[in-house]
């Protein structure tokens, strides 16, 4: 038995949660906020069958892709002035971090 972390943006959350569905993925979903731009995310709890593992993998594959945004960030020019502009900067955001665990025991009461 193997327990599966995955953090992903809470944008794909509607994607991933009914490719759950449609392959009959339990999961246990938390919500939870962090990383580079304090977007929220969510993260599941997935206990699975060591041989399950690499299906439950493609399916947060496909749903969970990165892409590019735009945001604003503070820089400051020093060029003798003290001026401080807005700029846009290019990050990639959305996919997932998945983690996989060994399970030791499982209960279910």
Do not use: C, H, W
Request: charged content about 25%; cysteine-free; aromatic content about 8%.
């Amino acid at each position: 038995m193997k327990l599966i972390v995955a953090i992903i943006q809470e944008k794909d959350e509607k994607k991933l949660s009914q490719a759950f569905l449609d392959n009959d993925i339990r999961a246990t979903k938390l919500s939870s906020t962090g990383g580079f731009l304090r977007a929220g995310n969510v993260t599941y709890l997935i206990g699975i069958e060591e041989e399950k593992v690499e299906d439950v993998l493609d399916v947060i594959r496909i749903s969970s892709q990165t892409r590019v945004q735009f945001v604003s960030s503070s820089g400051n020019l020093d060029i003798g002035m003290d001026l401080t502009s807005s700029m846009q900067v290019k990050v990639k955001v959305g996919g997932a971090i998945v983690f996989v665990l060994p399970v030791d025991s499982f209960y279910k009461f």
